[in-house]
């Protein structure tokens, strides 16, 4: 029954039987508790059969459900049939495992519904809050600024954006990169995430502007060919404006040599951003954290609790040194976003000015509770637990005649691959038949030409029975010896 004086002609969304409604959504925060406390008994992925997306597809709805109705929907069409990241045989991409401090954050901020575009209200003070945190961790001055984005392929590209405005000035946003004389170019390792070359077409300085620098045999930048290139670049007439270094290569998880680059940014007079997009926050891990010394000295840093920070997607963020320059390049002044001194518009600068969304979610609240009810210290031991999965996995593959490591095992990725008569087919084949077995999802990728197993552990779930399950499996998969009579 309606406890309020709503007329009986008025039409809004809420719940007519409130109790039935709570009930209901206890439920479904126990069934979710239930799937998480015993996602290790479900495999990891499954096949979506036929007919269940033929169930999910039918007309808009016209009209009403129940919530339970609903409810059950998603139970039979979608929770069994997701990424699987949850698990702790999850090992495909960079995929966190999400948490449930996080998970309920972030069912709070869903009934908050706050809009973090900006205006004077706690939300905005909790994402402030998370800046306040990771400012220090990274070396970052009072002044910095500091935003939640979906992720670091959105982090990567505004930081290209701020590093062009830091190059060209402030008036490259009304007149254009055609009104320069100047060819900007930038700089990274071939092991770069693809997304920084996208970022830099969709900047418009294109992504022939990004020269993609050898790396060396550990998959790091290597030193002397970005100061030759930034050389040959000067030589041709072009502007050398910004190097990007990678703490955790996505392929390999090589971090490049970021104190380096670091020192030739300054030489150089370039904008020093880091692509920190799982390995930064490695900073948690004090066996890790020196192994990304100079990172302290980045202009910009992008990087993504929902990967080693175990936050549930998306929440991305983007660091800036120079916290006014970040304002001066994406502020956007309007009548409608008025800022006054007092009441619900005040507390300018806000979020909106820092980047390009208006409306902008609570990510920062799931960071918050899973950085409070976890801390930075359990937090960090499960980064270094990964990393120790991972050399867990490494010690299995070397000890095995049939398995072949990849490359080196920097920190929580193994690239490997089993032996046999055309290797490329057959890791394929084991891959694709590991997925619909359900016992691991590991990923592929392809290095110096060789298409390998990739293992991501970023999971805090996976334990070394997960590892020894996936090297099981991939053992099984072994092609038959080939006998000579
Ligand atoms: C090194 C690196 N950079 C950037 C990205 C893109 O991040 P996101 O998927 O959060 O956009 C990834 C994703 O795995 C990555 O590993």
């Not at 004090?286 to 910009?300: F, K, N, T, V, Y």
């Not at 057959?426 to 030409?449: F, K, M, Q």
Request: some cysteine.
């Amino acid at each position: 029954m309606r406890p309020d004086r709503t007329p009986p002609d008025h039409l809004d969304l809420d719940p007519e039987d409130w109790p039935s409604a709570r009930a209901q959504a206890h439920r479904m925060l126990d069934d979710m508790l239930d799937y998480v406390e015993h996602v290790r008994d479900r495999p990891v992925w499954r096949p979506i059969p036929d007919a269940v997306r033929a169930a999910l597809r039918e007309p808009m709805p016209k009209e009403p459900s129940s919530l339970a109705e609903v409810h059950d929907a998603f139970l039979r069409l979608v929770l069994p049939y997701g990424t699987g990241n949850v698990h702790p045989g999850f090992m495909g991409w960079v995929h966190g495992g999400g948490s449930v401090a996080g998970m309920l954050g972030e069912m709070l901020a869903a009934g908050l519904n706050a809009n973090l575009g900006g205006r004077e209200h706690m939300p905005i003070e909790v994402e402030k809050q998370i800046l306040r945190w990771l400012g220090p961790l990274f070396g970052m001055p009072e002044g910095a600024g500091g935003l939640f984005v979906t992720g670091s392929s959105m982090a990567n590209f505004m930081a290209i954006q701020v590093a062009r405005t830091a190059a060209l000035g402030p008036e490259v946003r009304r007149r254009g990169l055609a009104a320069s004389p100047e060819r900007l170019v930038a700089y990274a390792s071939s092991a770069v995430h693809g997304c920084v070359r996208r970022g830099m077409e969709m900047s418009g300085l294109g992504s022939d502007a990004l020269r993609a620098i050898a790396v060396d045999r550990d998959w790091r930048l290597d030193l002397g060919a970005l100061r030759a290139a930034i050389a040959r670049d000067r030589e041709a007439g072009l502007r050398p404006f910004m190097v990007v270094g990678t703490a955790g290569t996505v392929d390999t998880g090589a971090i490049d040599d970021l104190a380096g680059i670091a020192a030739i940014a300054r030489d150089e007079g370039l904008w020093f951003h880091v692509d920190g997009a799982y390995g930064a926050l490695a900073m948690l891990a004090p066996g890790l954290a020196p192994r990304l010394e100079g990172i302290q000295r980045a202009d910009s840093l992008a990087l993504d609790f929902h990967k080693w920070g175990q936050v549930p997607y998306d929440a991305g963020y983007l660091l800036v040194r120079d916290g006014a320059l970040q304002q001066r390049t994406f502020a956007a002044p309007a009548v409608y976003l008025g800022r006054e001194a007092r009441g619900l518009a005040a507390g300018s600068p806000w979020p909106c000015d820092f980047g390009p969304d208006l409306s902008r979610g609570f990510r920062a609240l799931k960071a918050w509770f899973t950085l409070k009810v976890y801390g930075t210290g359990r937090l960090g031991a499960v980064i270094e637990q990964t990393c120790a999965m991972a050399r867990h996995l490494e010690a299995r593959i070397l000890a095995s005649p049939d398995l072949e490591l990849m490359a080196p095992v920097s920190l929580n990725i193994v690239c490997f691959r089993l032996r046999g008569a055309d290797p490329d087919s057959l890791n394929r084949r084991v891959v694709e038949e590991l997925h619909e077995s359900g016992v691991a999802a590991p990923s592929t990728t392809t290095l110096d030409g060789h298409l390998v197993i990739r293992a991501a552990i970023v999971n805090h779930r996976t334990q070394a029975r997960d590892i020894d399950a996936l090297v099981d499996a991939v053992l099984q998969r072994r092609p038959d010896p080939v006998t000579h009579c």
